[in-house]
T-cell receptor
Framework: ETGVTQTPRHLVMGMTNKKSLKCEQH?????MYWYKQSAKKPLELMFV???????ENNSVPSRFSPECPNSSHLFLHLHTLQPEDSALYLC???????????????FGPGTRLLVL | DQQVKQNSPSLSVQEGRISILNCDYT??????FLWYKKYPAEGPTFLIS?????DKNEDGRFTVFLNKSAKHLSLHIVPSQPGDSAVYFC?????????????FGRGTQLTVWP
């Protein structure tokens, strides 16, 4: 148990669906992150929020829309995804985003997404 | 261009022996390095880190060695246990940069057999 929870753990959706992934951290951290992990690839950083402000958007398609209503919660809204978007989506948090996020990050268990 | 590389996708070690996982990086500005362990169906779990001002950091059975001149770090697990079987990710960061986020390697699958 790392103090970072994600729901749902598994999600199957069609290309026309709209769904949301939720992340919650109980560590009192100020920075939160979304990562994508595809098979045989390194973790890819998607978005970074620091104190509820988006500080990095790593060239992610607009069909992925993040939302950070407060420092404990992070959402990833999904709309008209493609089959190649099927992957493990990981949320992480760190104490701060000082130094550009180079602090130790603590990960949630991930959401396994399958787009049909 | 991948700045953190783990060239061995898998490693198999007998229980009780030493496991050595290797990681190379290309960015000389990296000054903070971490190892994460990942079990199936779980997120990566932070294991151990090292700052570039050190060349060794030890935590129980886990020791990370850093060779800055070679841009190489390694994780030693002694003695290895079957519960250590997992994917191990190396990560690096340039903490002095406003864009110094974590860069991850592709991971090495460690299997410890009885």
């Amino acid at each position: 148990e790392t103090g970072v929870t994600q729901t749902p753990r598994h999600l199957v959706m069609g290309m026309t669906n709209k769904k949301s992934l939720k992340c919650e951290q109980h560590l009192g951290h100020n920075a939160m992150y979304w990562y994508k992990q595809s098979a045989k690839k390194p973790l890819e950083l998607m978005f970074v929020y620091s104190l509820e402000e988006r500080v990095e958007n790593n060239s992610v398609p607009s069909r992925f829309s993040p939302e950070c209503p407060n420092s404990s919660h992070l959402f990833l809204h999904l709309h008209t995804l493609q089959p190649e978007d099927s992957a493990l989506y990981l949320c992480a948090s760190s104490r701060n985003f000082e130094g550009g996020g180079g602090e130790t990050q603590y990960f949630g268990p991930g959401t396994r997404l399958l787009v049909l | 261009d991948q700045q953190v590389k783990q060239n061995s996708p898998s490693l198999s070690v007998q229980e009780g022996r030493i496991s050595i996982l290797n990681c190379d990086y290309t960015n000389s500005m990296f000054d903070y390095f971490l190892w994460y362990k990942k079990y199936p169906a779980e997120g990566p779990t932070f294991l151990i880190s090292i700052s570039s001002i050190k060349d060794k950091n030890e935590d129980g059975r886990f020791t990370v060695f850093l060779n800055k001149s070679a841009k190489h770090l390694s994780l030693h697990i002694v003695p290895s246990q079957p519960g250590d079987s997992a994917v191990y990710f190396c990560a690096a960061s340039d903490r002095g940069s406003t864009l110094g986020r974590l860069y991850f390697g592709r991971g090495t699958q460690l299997t410890v057999w009885p």
